[in-house]
């Protein structure tokens, strides 16, 4: 999708779709349990050019996360940098299932994002937290300790994407216009 494809009917539905979806981090969830990794994996999936792929998903991220600053103060932390860049790997990981979308390719790229996230961010943690030993030791503490966290991460991943994928299919299948 080039830039100008971004204001079609399928690319403004994508869009929407992305920027409707992550504001369900508002409400409230279990911990980790967000679209973060789906719509990133989407937007990677779907959005044809790569620079918007990766931007779209961390525009809506932005917009979710001014939106929790002002509601409870959590929008914006430390670990921001590595929360957005595990986001810009998994739109890079979405660009390999392109011309692949099947219930399995989907599954797996839901879990290697899972995957993703939680090297990235727990490591993140690690480095600008200081809650862990700056030493293999701590690092290694600070996954062990991430790992409860892991099953929202993945669980969140797989529910959501089957929420973005499947509704898109579905109305790409009553609207074939869309699939163009």
């Given at each position: ?9 399928k690319g403004k539905f994508i869009i929407l779709m992305i920027l409707v979806i992550s504001l369900i981090r ?88 899972s995957l993703i996230f939680f090297f990235v961010t727990n490591f993140g943690t690690w480095v600008t937290e ?29 529910f959501y994407n089957l929420i973005l994928f499947g509704s898109y299919g579905l109305v790409k299948w009553k ?6």
């Amino acid at each position: 999708m080039e830039t100008k494809e971004l204001f079609t009917a399928k690319g403004k539905f994508i869009i929407l779709m992305i920027l409707v979806i992550s504001l369900i981090r508002l409400f409230p969830h279990q911990p980790n349990f967000t679209p973060l990794g789906a719509i990133a994996l989407f937007g990677g999936t779907y959005i044809s050019n790569k620079r918007w792929a990766i931007l779209i998903p961390l525009i809506a991220l932005f917009i979710s996360d001014i939106a929790l600053q002002f509601i409870n103060g959590t929008g914006f932390h430390l670990t921001m940098p590595f929360v957005y860049g595990s986001l810009v790997l998994i739109s890079m990981l979405g660009f390999l299932l392109r011309r692949r979308v099947q219930r399995q390719t989907i599954m797996v790229g839901s879990l290697v994002g899972s995957l993703i996230f939680f090297f990235v961010t727990n490591f993140g943690t690690w480095v600008t937290e200081g809650i862990y030993e700056h030493s293999f030791n701590g690092l290694v503490n600070c996954y062990i300790m991430g790992i409860p966290f892991f099953k929202g991460t993945v669980m969140g991943d797989l529910f959501y994407n089957l929420i973005l994928f499947g509704s898109y299919g579905l109305v790409k299948w009553k609207f074939p216009k869309l699939a163009v």
